[in-house]
C-alpha cells in the first residue's frame, strides 16, 4: 500500500483517521476493516459507479451490501433522496450495525452521513471522497445535511465518520471544473488561518491545476490537519469552526437563489471570499492588497470572483437571512483579517452588505 499521509481527528474520547494515498480503494483488507457488522450500504451517484463501485463492491465480499446510486450533482441533496436512502435501508433489513459507506464527492457525503445520523437515530459511517473538494473539506468534521428550496443544509446533523479513506487516484477522472470547484476551499484554508499556506498556493498553482500528485497529495493533508484540528477544538460550531464558513454565508445565498443549478458550491464559495474580503476591506478591517491578492489566486485557479448576472442584492441579502450562524435572526458574519485571519463579526449593516452585493 501507498499511504502517504494519515492523520486523525481527535474529539476526546473518541477518534478517527484520515488516510490520503493512490490506490487505497485497491485495498481489500482497509476497507473491510472498517465494516464491522454484516450489513453495509454504499451510497453513490452515477459518474462515480463506474469509475469506482466494483473495488468497493469487492472489497465488501462475504458482507450483505445493498449499493443505492443516485443522479449526481447538488440538485439532489434534497429530503426526497434522503427517503430513499431510508427506504433501501429498510428494505435491506439495516439493524443498528449497519455501515453506510459515501462513495462519491461532497453532495454523496452529506447525504450518506445525514441518512447514517438518522437511521436508527444513527449507525456507522465511513467517508470515501472521490472530489478535491470532499476529500479537503466535507468529508471530514462531520457536518451532514440535505438542502432546502429555501437555503442549504437546513435539515442536518453533526454526525462524525469513523474513518476517512481519501484515494488520490480517483481525482484522475474528476472533471477540470469541479477540480477547481475544490480549489477553491483549499484557498480558504490559507485564506482564514494560514498566511504560509496561502504563499505556498500562490506558487504551485499551475501544479496543482496540472494535477500534479506530490502537490495535489500535500494540498490534501494540509487542509485535513486545519480542519481536523478546528474540528477537535470545536466539533458543532460553537465558535471557531464558524471561521471554516468563510464566503460560505455569501456562497450560500447565490447557490440557494440560483435554485442549486448555476455556481457549483466551490465557486460560490470563492465568489463569496472575495465579496467577504471586500466588505472586509470597505469597513476598514482588512487591507484592500489582500483582498486583491485573494482574487487574484482564485483567479489564477480558474475560479468565479464576481457575482453571476440576474442576482437581485436584496433577494441575496434575504437568503443570506436563513443562515446558520444568524443568531435571534441577526445576521452574524465571517469578516477577514486579511491573507491568513478571519474573524466572526456581528452587528454589520444591510446597507454595507447591500453596497457590496451591489458593486
Ligand atoms: N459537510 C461539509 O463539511 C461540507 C464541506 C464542503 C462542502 N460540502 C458540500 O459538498 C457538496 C459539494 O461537493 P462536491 O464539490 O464534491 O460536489 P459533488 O458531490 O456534486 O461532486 C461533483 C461532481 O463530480 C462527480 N464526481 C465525483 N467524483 C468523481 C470522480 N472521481 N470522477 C468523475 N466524476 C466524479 C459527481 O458525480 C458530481 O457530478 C455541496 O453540497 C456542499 O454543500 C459539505
Ligand atoms: O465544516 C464546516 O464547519 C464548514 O463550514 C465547511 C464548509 O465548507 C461546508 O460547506 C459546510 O457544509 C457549510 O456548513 P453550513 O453549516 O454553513 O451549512
Ligand atoms: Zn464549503
Known amino acids: 500500500m501507498n499511504t502517504q499521509h494519515e492523520l486523525e481527528v481527535a474529539l476526546g474520547d473518541r477518534r478517527y483517521p484520515i488516510r490520503i494515498g493512490r490506490g487505497l480503494l485497491d485495498q ?164 482564514l488561518g494560514d498566511a504560509g499556506f496561502f504563499a505556498w498556493l500562490e506558487d504551485q498553482a499551475e501544479a496543482l491545476l496540472a494535477r500534479e500528485p506530490a502537490a495535489l497529495a500535500e494540498a490534501i493533508a494540509r487542509c485535513c490537519a486545519h480542519k481536523a484540528a478546528i474540528v477537535a477544538r470545536d466539533e458543532t460550531e460553537q465558535g471557531e469552526r464558524m471561521l471554516l464558513n468563510l464566503g460560505h454565508t455569501f456562497g450560500h445565498a447565490i447557490e440557494t437563489e440560483q435554485g442549486y443549478g448555476g455556481l457549483l458550491h466551490g465557486e460560490a464559495v470563492a465568489v463569496g471570499m472575495v465579496l467577504a474580503a471586500r466588505l472586509s476591506a470597505e469597513l476598514g478591517r482588512a487591507p484592500w492588497p489582500d483582498a486583491a491578492r485573494l482574487a487574484a489566486l482564485l483567479e489564477r485557479l480558474g475560479l468565479p470572483v464576481a457575482l453571476p448576472p440576474g442576482l437581485a442584492p436584496d433577494a441575496l441579502l434575504d437568503r443570506m437571512r436563513l443562515d446558520k450562524k444568524a443568531v435571534s435572526g441577526a445576521l452574524r458574519l465571517v469578516l477577514w483579517r486579511g491573507i491568513g485571519q478571519a474573524e466572526v463579526v456581528d452587528g454589520v449593516t444591510d446597507e454595507a452588505i447591500l453596497a457590496v452585493l451591489d458593486a
Open 28 to 191: 481489500p483488507g482497509a476497507l473491510a476493516a472498517l465494516v464491522t457488522g454484516r450489513h453495509a450500504l454504499v451510497l453513490t451517484d452515477v459518474n462515480v459507479a463506474p469509475h469506482y463501485l466494483a473495488p468497493v463492491q469487492a472489497a465488501l465480499r462475504g458482507k450483505q451490501v445493498q449499493t443505492c446510486v443516485l443522479p449526481p450533482g447538488e440538485q439532489e441533496k434534497t429530503l426526497a433522496r434522503f427517503a430513499e436512502v431510508m427506504a433501501v435501508l429498510a428494505g435491506m433489513g439495516a439493524s443498528r450495525d449497519t455501515t453506510v459507506l459515501a462513495l462519491g464527492g461532497g453532495v454523496v457525503g452529506d447525504l450518506a452521513g445525514f441518512a447514517a445520523a438518522c437511521w436508527m437515530r444513527g449507525v456507522r459511517f465511513v467517508q470515501l471522497p472521490t472530489t478535491l473538494l470532499a476529500m479537503v473539506d466535507s468529508a471530514v468534521g462531520g457536518k451532514t445535511a440535505v438542502d432546502l428550496p429555501q437555503g442549504k443544509n437546513l435539515v442536518g446533523a453533526f454526525h462524525q465518520p469513523s474513518a476517512v479513506l481519501a484515494d488520490v487516484a480517483t481525482l484522475d477522472t474528476l472533471p477540470d471544473r469541479e477540480l477547481r470547484a475544490g480549489l477553491a476551499e483549499v484557498v480558504k484554508y490559507g485564506a
